[in-house]
T-cell receptor, first 111, second 116 residues
Framework: SQQGEEDPQALSIQEGENATMNCSYKTSINNLQWYRQNSGRGLVHLILIRSNEREKHSGRLRVTLDTSKKSSSLLITASRAADTASYFCATVGNQGGKLIFGQGTELSVKP | EAGVAQSPRYKIIEKRQSVAFWCNPISGHATLYWYQQILGQGPKLLIQFQNNGVVDDSQLPKDRFSAERLKGVDSTLKIQPAKLEDSAVYLC??????????????FGPGTRLTVL
C-alpha cells in the first residue's frame, strides 16, 4: 500500500526557477528518502533525512521534514532541463529497510 | 562499479502465460528487493531477500508470483499465470548490508511487462 500522497502530481516550470514538491505520510518513520526517476529508467537515490532532523541540503536540493505534521518537502533550486523527471518520496520504518513510496510528482523544466 | 542489471528490459505476453525476470545485484550486496511499479504510481515492494533468505514477502501475490535468490546473488521473479493487472515495471534493487532503515537502495533499469 502507498504510504501517503505527493503534491502536486505534476509541476511545470521554466529553467532557473525553483521547484517545490510536498509529501505527506501516515505512520511513524525512521527516515524519509527522495528518489528521482527519469522516463523509462530506474530510480536514483537523492537524499535521506532522519526523523530527528528538520532540514538537509545536498547541492541544489533542500529537504525539510516536519514529523508533527507527517510531511516533507523537496526544493530544487535553479532548476535545469535535466531535472525533468518524476520525484518520489519514500518512508522507512524502524524495522528493516522497506521503502514505502508515495505516488510521485512529475516535474517538467522547460528550457 | 557495475550497477544492478535486469533482463529482459521489455516483455509482452498474453494473459495466462508465464514470464520470468532476472536480476543481478551489485557485487557483494547482501539485500535484494523486487518492486512492482504500475503506471502513474510509486513502486510497491513485492519481496525482500537478505542473502538467500526471505525477509518480507507480505505483499507478494503468492498464488501467482514466486521469487528465489539462489546462492544469495542473482534472483528471479516469476509470474504464472499472468493477468492483465500485472502490466507494470518490475524493479530490482540492492543494498550493501541490512536490511537497515538507513541503507541506500540502488535500483536497476527495470523490466516493463505488458500483458495483453
Amino acid at each position: 500500500s502507498q504510504q501517503g500522497e505527493e503534491d502536486p502530481q505534476a509541476l511545470s516550470i521554466q529553467e532557473g526557477e525553483n521547484a517545490t514538491m510536498n509529501c505527506s505520510y501516515k505512520t511513524s518513520i525512521n527516515n524519509l528518502q527522495w528518489y528521482r526517476q527519469n522516463s523509462g529508467r530506474g530510480l536514483v537515490h537523492l537524499i535521506l533525512i532522519r526523523s530527528n532532523e528538520r532540514e538537509k541540503h545536498s547541492g541544489r536540493l533542500r529537504v525539510t521534514l516536519d514529523t508533527s505534521k507527517k510531511s516533507s518537502s523537496l526544493l530544487i533550486t535553479a532548476s535545469r532541463a535535466a531535472d525533468t523527471a518524476s520525484y518520489f518520496c519514500a518512508t522507512v520504518g524502524n524495522q528493516g529497510g522497506k521503502l514505502i513510496f508515495g505516488q510521485g510528482t512529475e516535474l517538467s523544466v522547460k528550457p | 562499479e557495475a550497477g544492478v542489471a535486469q533482463s529482459p528490459r521489455y516483455k509482452i505476453i498474453e494473459k495466462r502465460q508465464s514470464v520470468a525476470f532476472w536480476c543481478n545485484p551489485i557485487s557483494g550486496h547482501a539485500t535484494l528487493y523486487w518492486y512492482q511499479q504500475i503506471l502513474g504510481q510509486g513502486p510497491k515492494l513485492l519481496i525482500q531477500f537478505q542473502n538467500n533468505g526471505v525477509v518480507d514477502d507480505s505483499q507478494l501475490p503468492k498464488d501467482r508470483f514466486s521469487a528465489e535468490r539462489l546462492k544469495g546473488v542473482d534472483s528471479t521473479l516469476k509470474i504464472q499465470p499472468a493477468k492483465l493487472e500485472d502490466s507494470a515495471v518490475y524493479l530490482c534493487a540492492s543494498s550493501p548490508t541490512g536490511p537497515k532503515p538507513t541503507d541506500t537502495q540502488y535500483f536497476g533499469p527495470g523490466t516493463r511487462l505488458t500483458v495483453l
